[in-house]
């Protein structure tokens, strides 16, 4: 159990350019959850896969968020056009059913 | 809306004593609840959890207490340790399959020797 692993740690990118993250799961977890934690909040769920099927999406994911778990491995957080109001830590989360959360480090974007 | 909520911010506490941090909810449909501590650059670590039908769980220095006719759940470390120090998240889960967790805004605990 090597743990949920994110990439990369920091992403520093200006205005409207855009920026792909992406997570390896802990190998036998078939859900994958992807949060957004801004300063001074806890972690607001974004988007959530169940092996590769996105089942469900937040309403802070908007049209510019895009996310995909092709074969139902890793998975991957891309970002059109970006803003500074998206400057967060992104988190991604693995769990197998009736198990609990492991979170990843994260990945904190800043936008300038 | 905020359906959990972390009123308090912050607690600071001496090492040795009792770390008392509150959690409420609106959701009567949460069934779930976990607590989660965050250090800076780090992602949440699970800590300790507790599920509808009980009113209490304890796992060593931590104890969970949830009063549902209250919406309210705590949690109680003791004894406190400078290395408890961390952001302390409540989180909740609702009964349907695959949902996702809702977090709390978080309680920064900080604990001096």
């Known amino acids: 159990d090597t743990g949920v692993s994110q990439n990369p740690r920091h992403k520093i990118t200006k205005r409207g350019q855009n920026v792909t993250f992406r997570c390896d799961p802990i190998?036998?977890?078939?859900?994958l959850y992807w949060y957004r934690q801004t300063l001074g909040q806890g972690p607001e769920f974004l988007t959530y896969?169940?092996?590769?099927?996105?089942?469900?999406k937040s309403r802070l994911l908007s049209d510019r968020f895009s996310a995909e778990r092709p074969k139902g491995s890793f998975s991957t957080l891309e970002i059109q056009r970006t803003e500074q109001g998206d400057s967060a830590m992104y988190l991604c989360?693995?769990?197998?059913?009736?198990?609990?959360?492991?979170f990843g480090s994260g990945t904190r974007l800043t936008v300038v | 809306d905020q359906q959990v909520k972390q009123n308090s911010p912050s607690l600071s506490v001496q090492e040795g004593r009792i770390s008392i941090l509150n959690c409420d909810y609106t959701?009567?449909?949460?069934?779930?609840f976990l607590w989660y501590k965050k250090y800076p650059a780090e992602g949440p670590t699970f800590l300790i959890s507790?599920?509808?039908?009980?009113d209490k769980n304890e796992d060593g220095r931590f104890t969970v207490f949830l009063n549902k006719s209250a919406k309210h759940l705590s949690l109680h470390i003791v004894p406190s340790q400078p290395g408890d120090s961390a952001v302390y998240f409540c989180?909740?889960?609702?009964?349907?399959?695959?949902?996702?967790?809702?977090f709390g805004k978080g309680t920064t605990l900080s604990v001096s020797s």
């Open positions: 989360a693995s769990r197998r059913e009736g198990y609990g959360y492991t």
């Open positions: 190998s036998e977890h078939n859900r």
């Open positions: 896969f169940q092996n590769e099927a996105q089942l469900e």
């Open positions: 959701n009567s449909m949460f069934d779930y």
């Open positions: 507790i599920s509808s039908i009980k």
């Open positions: 989180a909740a889960l609702p009964h349907q399959a695959g949902t996702a967790l809702i």
